[in-house]
Nanobody, 115 residues
Framework: QVQPVESGGGLVQAGGSLRLSCAAS???????MGWYRQAPGKQRELVAR????????YYADFVNGRFTISRDNAKNTMYLQMNSLKPEDTGVYYC?????????WGQGTQVTVAS
């Protein structure tokens, strides 16, 4: 079991964009992958999820068309394109890989949106 590795976080002005990546081994064997986030003092919440077979996607209501989740099985990588970022999008973004028998979490990447 190899831990997923997130990248692409950083500091951006409100209205800006970031693209997060999650590199994980054998994502083709997973059931689904997802992005979660945790703001200071708040619980971790689901941002978006994508199934491995069929590529069905789900977004939290607060995304409201601003983010796009995708994956490239050949590259064992999942992405989250985030546009029109708001200060309330600030937090640590985590990648989750749902395998048939267990889940794998990355260590997270910090996203900070300045107003």
């Amino acid at each position: 079991q190899v831990q997923p590795v997130e990248s692409g976080g950083g500091l951006v002005q409100a209205g800006g964009s970031l693209r997060l990546s999650c590199a994980a081994s054998r994502i083709g064997s997973s059931n689904a992958m997802g992005w979660y986030r945790q703001a200071p003092g708040k619980q971790r919440e689901l941002v978006a999820r994508i199934t491995t077979r069929g590529g069905n996607t789900y977004y939290a209501d607060f995304v409201n068309g601003r983010f796009t989740i995708s994956r490239d099985n050949a590259k064992n990588t999942m992405y989250l394109q985030m546009n029109s970022l708001k200060p309330e999008d600030t937090g640590v973004y985590y990648c989750k890989v749902v395998m048939p028998a267990y889940d794998l979490w990355g260590q997270g990447t910090q996203v900070t949106v300045a107003s």
